[in-house]
């Protein structure tokens, strides 16, 4: 299995805060790397494909960037509505696995 | 407008047999590339991929649960279904069925069903 290390499982943010969350894969996976954001009670969400292609529909303060083992996905100027848990997913191997979490709280 | 929806019992008992079925609309799993996932997620934790199903009928599974799980699709309903045999507590999670969506050689979930919670509890 391709497993997936988030850091830090946890972060206190500030609104308008810039804030930077890091995946690591335990093998090279090239870009096959999706981030999700998930609110208490709610489905996931998608928000990055590819590593770095923006879903949709969601706002251009998210980022993604990284190739190989390291990835991060950027929030550039915190929102209210962006207090959620992200996941990060590898899709290198059909058999998905994804990250920990990372808790994003408000300061 | 694409929305998918589990269903299935809410509390079942130990080694017993759970089946679920996501309902979907919007798109069809007879679409070449597309593809229909389970992923479950137990109460304050992460997300554990189970299953897939693609339009040509081709399965994957997650090894560590392989010999308990059973995907397979109704085309014409709009519908794929998950099995799961032998259940026990550690089993209880929030189920979700998801899109998978592809674009070249990337794939993604998107999007997701609202989720079932499902307790295995005698």
């Known amino acids: 299995d391709i497993q997936m290390t988030q850091s830090p499982s946890s972060l206190s943010a500030s609104v308008g805060d810039r804030v930077t969350i890091t995946c690591r894969a335990s093998?090279?996976?090239?870009?096959?790397l999706n981030w999700y954001q998930q609110k208490p009670g709610k489905a996931p969400k998608l928000l990055i494909y590819a590593a770095s292609s923006l879903q949709s529909g969601v706002p251009s303060r998210f980022s993604g960037s990284g190739s190989g083992t390291d990835f991060t996905l950027t929030i550039s100027s915190l929102q209210p509505e962006d207090f959620a848990t992200y996941y990060c997913?590898?899709?290198?191997?059909?058999?998905?696995?994804f990250g920990q979490g990372t808790k994003l709280e408000i300061k | 407008q694409i929305t998918l929806k589990e269903s299935g019992p809410t509390l079942v008992k130990p080694t017993q047999t759970l089946t679920l079925t996501c309902t979907f609309s919007?798109?069809?799993?007879?679409?070449?590339?597309?593809?229909v996932g389970w992923i479950r997620q137990p109460p304050g934790k992460a997300l554990e991929w189970l299953a897939l199903?693609?339009?040509?009928?081709?399965?994957r599974y997650s090894p560590s649960l392989k010999s308990r799980l059973t995907i397979t699709k109704d085309t014409s309903k709009n519908q794929v279904v998950l099995t799961m045999t032998n259940m026990d507590p550690v089993d209880t999670a929030t189920y979700y069925c998801?899109?998978?969506?592809?674009?070249?050689?990337?794939?993604?979930?998107?999007?997701w069903g609202q989720g079932t919670l499902v307790t295995v509890s005698s």
């Open positions: 199903i693609y339009w040509d009928d081709d399965k």
């Open positions: 998801a899109r998978k969506q592809q674009l070249v050689r990337q794939d993604w979930f998107d999007p």
């Open positions: 919007g798109f069809s799993l007879s679409t070449s590339g597309v593809g």
């Open positions: 997913q590898q899709s290198y191997r059909t058999l998905y696995t």
């Open positions: 093998q090279s996976i090239s870009n096959y």
